[in-house]
T-cell receptor, first 112, second 111 residues
């Protein structure tokens, strides 16, 4: 079955790097996504990676994908207080791009 | 470009009532998806509509239904509300590449 797991909480100091991890079980996943949710708000797409890639960089964000271990990570460089939010990883399959299976979410707390 | 608009943002209903939530997608987006977010179950896919047809469906009972109009606006309806239906209902519209853009959600409280 489909299952996407994340750790619940991560605390980092401002200026440090944050690494949020995600594991998934479905090897037929086509795209893997990272979303950000701030309090009282909807989901904001941060970045995504196609399953045949192993890395994608977008400004302060770096996504690493280990397809063999079904492990996805999001690294945020120079973490700022505005990065405090809940981060969700999600996966989709070919033909069902709008049907995402979301992880449980990781709450990132950035301290001064 | 305006984002995804959901109405109402907050509503309170009682058990047994029904509710209709509305979603206006980003202009030009023809696909609209609905998700339920609860503290216990997290984010779960409800259904997706494309060109007025339901294209995908999640594992929710028949009390949950939706539709899409010719202008791509979508509504979802929940009948015979239960306490467990209290949730944030998120709508997303997507491009042909499949990127989802979410609205801020409709928070439903069932008393």
């Amino acid at each position: 079955g489909e299952d996407v797991e994340q750790s619940l909480f991560l605390s980092v100091r401002e200026g440090d790097s944050s690494v949020i991890n995600c594991t998934y079980t479905d090897s037929s996943s086509t795209y893997l996504y990272w979303y950000k949710q701030e309090p009282g708000a909807g989901l904001q797409l941060l970045t995504y990676i196609f399953s045949n890639m192993d890395m994608k960089q977008d400004q302060r964000l770096t996504v690493l994908l280990n397809k063999k271990d079904k492990h996805l990570s999001l690294r945020i460089a120079d973490t700022q207080t505005g990065d405090s939010a809940i981060y969700f990883c999600a996966e989709s399959k070919t033909g069902t791009a709008s049907k995402l299976t979301f992880g449980t979410g990781t709450r990132l707390q950035v301290t001064l | 470009k305006a984002g995804v608009t959901q109405t109402p943002r907050y509503l309170i209903k009682t058990r047994g009532q029904q509710v209709t939530l509305s979603c206006s997608p980003i202009s030009g987006h023809r696909s609209v998806s609905w998700y339920q977010q609860t503290p216990g179950q997290g984010l779960q896919f409800l259904f997706e509509y494309f060109s007025e047809t339901q294209r995908n469906k999640g594992n929710f009972p028949g009390r949950f239904s939706g539709r899409q109009f010719s202008n791509s606006r979508s509504e979802m309806n929940v009948s015979t509300l239960e306490l467990g239906d209290s949730a944030l209902y998120l709508c997303a519209s997507s491009t042909v590449t499949g990127e989802l853009f979410f609205g801020e959600g409709s928070r439903l409280t069932v008393l």
